[in-house]
């Protein structure tokens, strides 16, 4: 690129022009913490008078001269292609710069906390508590590895407020301004539009953000505008929050249905999957005119190649569930919802801008060198089948904390399945050279470094740089087409109208609406007329430890917020006094698939997920396990045949059939919070009307259950008559169990659902089902 001319603006203030009687095409005004600078026609900047950087005027228009060199350099050019801004700025960073660069860092909260699972948190070397900092200030782990480890994208979980993540976005980001080539900060999000079921519900109620049902409960809309909608909300609360990247969303074919996050996904069938993935990354990508810009948010779909199939249904974030298998040999569905949904966009954004492979090792799937390692030290699975074969060329970034040690199969820490004998550093150099661009859940640039060398020592020099600069490229991308180059602030007070507004919360509850699915309706029990009176029984809650291994005492609550219950019913204390009872429960807790009391008895640890409440005994399992093997175990069959389990919240069913027998002729309702299928042998018959969902406000049950709103939704999913049909189906194949048909004459199976004339047999069920 040739020279340019230009004149320096220093503090806002114009000091020459090399055009005598022409002025600029630039206005520009002080905000809090940052300036913006208005070009005509042209891009917004905005800059902070404290990073040392300055304003250069070319042509009459404003550019931020991030590197402060003083010359307008391609990648500081906001008129240019955003390929060639990437290739310049990736040729001018160093090796360490572009190392920083693939890192995605372990969660942060804002602020951060005491003593979490991830590790103290300080400030000036001090607990948050007792440091005095103001929660939107960075904290001293935040600070190093901006600064010394050269890191630019960052995960956050939960923020005080918006505001105060609006702040802490603009505090983050003029740090990063003021450091080395200007490269801007890009902060990503795990989904965060749930509903929390006890918030009320009005007509201009605000929030801390939208609340919308899980992706599971919209894809039971079986209406991808409805998804597309989430998407276009979704993404300009997340950019008024600072977030440029969403790491969702979560596109795994569910054909596993004792899965633990089953309930992250779109449900089992290809081409509902499919449609759905596409609406939403278009929601999230698509900014001005459709295209990139301001209000675009990158999606990064997860998790190639599908973690769906997941063998008896355990989870890859522990060794006990590192292989996913394919008895059906039916990898080809589980591509669809990437190759035919998140890569075949309508709009000009064109594909998902990353993509996050699973920690699972997808069992004898590579057909080229027959490795059998973590979908993201795969060679084949990366490069020869996503890169090469579906041509995807954006960023490949691993799930979180997969290059880290893991001392035996059932503790949540690291998750180097197929790799654990490699170093720390082998594993970053096998990740690169399968093709992966991003490390997540790694905040320290030194294992980076050695991969490179470990590169340069096999490869030579400028192979390693070629490698590093082609990686640089893609993430420089990602953060050049959402605007952050120009302007990564945020207007605090534009934040706080813009997260949770009236008009966003009013959408989202209408989408609540549309995703709880009616299963039984026996004799028009439903609508009930308000002002009747109900019986409410509470629900214990059995003592449990989660994933963190954090414990929660045993509890017996009311599973409804009762204010927002007595506003359509008359509450009862006594079976007796009531017209209608209304129970709420969620579906079985069988259990993660893995038993270390089981370990300690001389077995091999295994045991079943069950999907009903009750004991129940695998004697239909498969003899011996597809898949076993590794280091940090001594046993090579996983198979749980014979063994018993019985799902911790076994009172669930009998707070139904109880309550049945309280009531006896009158009305039993029946409210299941569901994150997978269950087997409805146990309670249906007791049930008088059935409503199951995938996350609402408990009030939008009550309009459901009112009469003020009819039922619409459809089973994205099947729920199986047995456990019988769960442990002959095959984990990779969707749609292979015989459903659960119930005292109607109904069945559960996908594409089935109620309103208030009958079945429902509309458009949506002959395009899906």
């Known amino acids: 690129m040739q020279p340019v001319k230009y004149t320096l603006r220093i503090s806002g203030l114009l000091i020459a022009t090399l055009f005598v009687g022409c002025g600029p095409k630039f206005t520009e005004e002080s905000k809090e913490g940052f300036n913006l600078v208005h070009n005509e026609n042209g891009a917004t900047l905005g800059y902070s008078p404290n990073s040392e950087v300055n304003i250069l005027t070319v042509d009459r228009l404003a550019f931020k001269d991030l590197n402060k060199n003083g ?132 007509a201009g109620a605000g929030g801390q953000i939208s609340m919308w049902p899980s992706t599971l409960g919209l894809a039971a809309s079986f209406d991808p505008s409805l998804m597309q909608e989430f998407g276009e909300i979704a993404s300009k609360e997340y950019r008024a929050l600072g977030i440029a990247t969403a790491l969702s969303p979560q596109i795994d074919l569910a054909t596993e249905p004792r899965w633990s996050r089953f309930d992250g996904t779109m449900g089992e069938d290809p081409k509902l999957a499919a449609d759905m993935a596409r609406a939403y990354v278009e929601g999230f990508q698509a900014s001005e005119n459709g295209d990139w810009g301001s209000e675009s948010v990158n999606a990064m779909v997860k998790h190639w190649p599908g973690g769906g199939p997941e063998e008896g249904g355990r989870d890859a974030h522990f060794g006990y569930g590192s292989y996913a298998v394919y008895p059906g040999n039916n990898l080809e ?55 090469e074969k579906y041509g995807y060329d954006g960023v490949v970034c691993t799930d979180w904390g997969i290059t880290s040690d893991a001392p035996n199969v059932y503790e949540f820490r690291g998750k180097p399945w197929g790799v654990e004998n490699l170093s720390v550093a082998e594993r970053h150099y096998k990740i690169i050279e399968a093709g992966c661009d991003q490390f997540g859940g790694n905040n320290e640039m030194g294992p980076v470094i050695e991969a490179y060398q470990l590169g340069v020592e096999e490869h030579g020099e400028e192979y390693m740089r070629n490698r590093f600069e082609t990686s640089a490229v893609r993430l420089l991308k990602n953060i050049f087409r959402t605007g952050l180059f120009e302007n ?189 299928p269950l087997v409805f042998a146990e309670i249906e018959p007791a049930s008088d009307a059935i409503l199951i969902h995938m996350g609402v406000q408990d009030q939008a049950l009550m309009d459901i259950i009112s009469g003020k709103v009819e039922p619409s939704a459809l089973l994205p999913f099947q729920m199986p008559k047995d456990m019988m049909t769960v442990e002959t189906q095959f984990e990779d194949v969707p749609r292979d169990m015989d459903p659960y048909k119930d005292t109607n004459g109904n069945n559960y199976d996908f594409g089935f659902g109620l309103n208030w004339k009958g079945v429902i047999d509309d458009a949506r069920v002959e395009q899906y089902k």
């Open 71 to 202: 010359s307008l350099d391609m990648y500081e050019d906001w008129r240019l292609a955003v390929d060639d801004r990437a290739k310049d700025l990736a040729s001018k960073m160093s090796v360490e710069q572009i190392a920083g660069l693939m890192l995605y860092s372990a969660h942060q909260s804002i602020p951060g906390g005491g003593n979490s699972f991830f590790g103290p948190v300080t400030y000036n070397g001090k607990p948050y508590t007792e440091s005095g900092a103001e929660p939107s200030d960075l904290s001293d782990a935040q600070i190093k590895f901006l600064q010394e480890d050269n890191l630019r994208h960052v995960l956050i979980t939960s923020v005080e407020s918006p505001g105060i993540a609006a702040k802490w976005n603009n505090n983050a980001q003029v740090l990063v301004e003021g450091i080395g080539l200007g490269i801007p900060i890009n902060t990503s999000s795990d989904p965060r539009h749930g509903s929390d079921s006890y918030a009320e519900f009005n």
């Open 333 to 387: 569905d589980h591509l669809k919802p990437f190759t035919e949904g998140a890569f075949d966009l309508e709009g000009p954004t064109k594909m998902a801008a990353a993509v996050m492979p699973y920690y699972t090792i997808s069992y004898n799937q590579d057909t080229k060198n027959g490795e059998n390692v973590g979908n993201a030290y795969n060679k084949y699975l990366i490069t020869d089948l996503l890169r």
């Open 488 to 676: 990564p602030y945020l207007d605090v007070s534009e934040t706080e109208q813009i997260v949770g507004n009236a008009e966003f919360m009013q959408a989202g509850y209408n989408a609540q609406l549309k995703s709880v699915v009616m299963l039984k309706n026996n004799q028009e029990t439903l609508p009930m007329e308000t002002k009747k009176k109900v019986y409410v029984p509470q629900r214990y809650v059995a003592p449990a430890v989660n994933w963190f291994g954090i414990a929660t005492p045993e509890r017996t609550e009311h599973p409804f917020n009762m204010d927002v219950v007595s506003k359509y019913f008359e509450v009862v204390e006594e079976p007796s006094d009531a017209d209608f009872a209304l129970v709420g429960i969620q579906n079985p807790n069988g259990g993660v698939g893995y038993d270390i009391k089981d370990k300690e008895k001389g077995e091999n640890g295994y045991v079943p997920i069950s999907l009903q409440y009750g004991p129940y005994t695998a004697t239909q399992a498969r003899e011996s396990s597809l898949a076993a093997g590794s280091p940090l175990e001594d046993v090579t069959d996983r198979s749980y045949k014979n063994k018993t389990i019985t799902a911790a919240n076994i009172a669930d069913m009998a707070l139904v059939t109880d309550t049945k027998r309280k009531m006896g002729d009158k009305p039993v309702i029946v409210i299941v919070k569901v994150a997978k």
